[in-house]
């Protein structure tokens, strides 16, 4: 990178769970706070996208506080990025509109998530927010024109959608938005589920103690660990005839820093047990300055408030730009 060149941007978007498990911290979030440091981040808190099912508004309004606590806690420090609220900003849903009137409503219908979603919905209603939501998960992306969008996995249709809409816009009026590259980051751990390790950890498990939540206290955490299912033998080694004990190897790999096979040669002979017990010790000691930061600031809604300001801030001037410009290009007549 050249002196006067302006680091990359990087957009990432989470909605506002309230929860994070060690699955999200060391598969994704450890590594966003790494880029940080060399990149100029967006990381959103998309509200919008929260209410696409039933919900109660109090909740959502604790969960989005929540989920700012954490990700500052998590080592997102707002002095080096910006932390913002998706509503706080406008463009996101005036760009979604803009972006529908250009997509066919097939497409949307084919995408898996919404397929999902409204098979599994629990009662008969589905609402079109469901049907609509990649629209707006495109103009999130679209909008802040950015350099690198680290997403997951499970997001990779969207992704293309996103991609699909920006050419189609491109070619319908003119050259305006950069076509993202779709960034599955490799660089986190996978963790399993510690009840079903050929599935991912998951809020979504359906046996909760599968899933390690960062705010989990320690004794939960260790119940857990102590509860994760294991394979038969006594070995402790990472092969595929031991899922189990391979997510438990990755596992306290990435809570200590260390290699798996240097675990595994430390752990030679030793029972379950006894591993499953430095399993639990790291876990707890890597989420302990986690649990501290949170407990400091969890609380203090000034100052949650004034980093989603200045997030808001920035964000907004970068999202303005963008529509103005696509305003312009769509053939809407400038506000003077
Ligand atoms: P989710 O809340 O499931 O959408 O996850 C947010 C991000 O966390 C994903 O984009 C993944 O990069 C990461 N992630 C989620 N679950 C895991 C897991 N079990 N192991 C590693 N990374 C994960």
Known sequence: MSKESPPPVVLTCAQ???QLHLGNYFGAIRHWARLVESHTCFFGIVDLHAITVPYIPA???KATYRSLALYIACGLDPKKCHLFCQSHVIGHTELAWILGALCPIGQLERMTQFKDKS???ESSFIGSG????PLLMAADILLYNADLVPVGEDQKQHVELCRDLAQKFNQTYSETFKVPDLHIPRT???IKSLQDPEKKMSKS???QS???YLLDPPETLRKKVRSAVTDSGSEI???EEKPGISNLLTLLSACSGRAVSDLESEFDGAGYGTFKDTVADAVIEAVKPIQERYAEIHEDKGYLDEVFKEGAGKAQQRAYRMLSKVYRKAGFVSRT
Do not use: I
């Open 119 to 121: 098979q599994r919905a």
């Open 130 to 133: 469901l049907l609509n939501y």
């Open 59 to 61: 909740e959502l309004r």
């Open 205 to 207: 498990d359906p046996t």
């Open 237 to 239: 080694r990472a092969t």
């Open 188 to 190: 986190g751990a996978r």
């Open 210 to 212: 599968g899933c390690l």
């Open 16 to 18: 506002p769970s309230g």
